[in-house]
């Protein structure tokens, strides 16, 4: 089973400020097979990225993805207030899928 | 514009059955892509329980394979998940999705609302 390892737990950041997390994989992911999600509070979890660099339908292009192997990166360049929720990666190139422990991105 | 909703028992008895179905609607489940569950506990992460194909092919997370039945009804478009002899440890908001990966075990990009289920007696 692939663990994925979300830091840091929490990011405190202020609104325009640029965001990156990190999601590390106990054994490479294979064709990259990484996908973000952003979940606020009381919602079901919203995809953001898959293949992990290519960006969902809709989402904004401030929201970017990156890494191969086992390392990933979320990275929002310029955080608007609707941004700050908890972000998950999850792995889909081995069974079981598995899922980050997510990171919060709170207003600092 | 794909639309999934959760339905069932919001209470469940421990080593009961667990049962919950999905209803879809702005696309048909036979047009293609597996069908999924995931849960969350509350203010936990996420598990991914397993997926459907409108076929009947499944993929069942090996945690939960021996307690986890998952179905499908093409003529209603819904499908529906049952877990066995629950535990408090099943106690989670349940979600069901869309697998857009196109292989029987990928990723979500339409998800249900989610329903909460408490196991207690």
């Known amino acids: 089973e692939i663990v994925l390892t979300q830091s840091p737990g929490t990011l405190s950041l202020s609104p325009g400020e640029r965001a990156s997390l990190s999601c590390r994989a106990s054994?490479?992911?294979?064709?990259?097979?990484l996908v973000w999600y952003q979940q606020k509070p009381g919602q079901a979890p919203r995809l953001l990225i898959y293949?992990?660099?290519s960006r969902a339908t809709g989402i904004p292009d401030r929201f970017s993805g990156s890494g191969s192997g086992t390392d990933f990166t979320l990275t929002i360049s310029r955080l608007e207030p609707e941004d700050f929720a908890v972000y998950y990666c999850?792995?889909?190139?081995?069974?079981?899928?598995?899922f980050g422990g997510g990171t919060k991105v709170e207003i600092k | 514009q794909v639309q999934l909703q959760e339905s069932g028992p919001g209470l469940v008895k421990p080593s009961e059955t667990l049962s919950l179905t999905c209803a879809v609607s702005?696309?048909?489940?036979?047009?293609?892509?597996?069908w999924g569950w995931i849960r969350q506990p509350p203010g936990k992460g996420l598990e991914w329980i397993g997926n459907?194909?409108?076929?009947?092919?499944?993929y069942y997370n090996p945690s939960l394979k021996s307690r986890v039945t998952i179905s499908v009804d093409t003529s209603k478009n819904q499908f529906s998940l049952k877990l066995s002899s629950v535990t408090a440890a099943d106690t989670a908001v349940y979600y069901c999705?869309?697998?857009?990966?196109?292989?029987?075990?990928?990723?979500?990009?339409?998800w249900g609302q989610g329903t909460l289920v408490t196991v207690s007696s």
């Open positions: 999705a869309r697998d857009k990966s196109g292989y029987d075990y990928g990723y979500a990009d339409y």
């Open positions: 702005g696309y048909s489940i036979t047009s293609g892509y597996y």
């Open positions: 459907i194909y409108h076929s009947g092919s499944t």
């Open positions: 054994q490479s992911v294979s064709n990259s097979y």
């Open positions: 293949g992990a660099s």
């Open positions: 999850q792995q889909y190139g081995s069974s079981p899928l598995t």
